[in-house]
């Protein structure tokens, strides 16, 4: 995670801020968040059965990638010097476009698509997001997400 000053967030606007490492997204980590979500469909947990239909296999849930972008982000997006929190603000946008295999790895692309001050010591900090799957030539999933850095007052 790289860390700026607010003031140099603004020339960072449309540049790549980062790439993650890749991470495996394994059976074990699906049944899981199956069991977490209570979303235990057979494609995702029924290896099985799971075989039998056109994906040959059990995927992870989309909501599963989704939540893998925060572990994604810890080492591809920006942090604000003195930032005492951050938060999960939501998304404008966000489409599964492709899959997840259990077994894959996926990565994740961060792309600062905006940033803004909402008011003193509190900065919106807008991420254009690609999940991808290595060796496959489309993403996982693509996004458009908001975060919030509130930082110490001085």
């Not at 993403?139 to 930082?151: F, G, M, S, T, Y």
């Amino acid at each position: 995670m790289r860390s700026i000053q607010p003031e140099q967030a603004k020339a960072l606007i449309g540049q790549e801020i980062g790439v993650s490492d890749w991470m495996v997204v394994d059976q074990n980590r699906i049944n899981q968040f199956a069991d977490c979500t209570e979303d235990h469909q057979f494609i995702h947990v029924d290896e099985a059965a799971a075989k039998k239909t056109p994906f040959g296999g059990t995927l992870a849930h989309g909501f599963l990638t989704l939540s893998l972008m925060s572990k994604l982000a810890g080492t591809a997006s920006l942090t604000l010097h003195g930032t005492k929190m951050g938060i999960n603000y939501g998304f404008d946008r966000l489409r599964f476009i492709n899959p997840v295999m259990a077994g894959a790895e996926i990565r994740g692309r961060f792309v600062l698509a905006d940033f803004a001050e909402r008011k003193p010591g509190e900065y919106l900090l807008t991420y254009d997001v690609t999940i991808d799957i290595k060796d496959s030539n489309k993403p996982a999933l693509v996004a458009r997400w908001l975060a919030l850095q509130i930082i110490e007052e001085k």
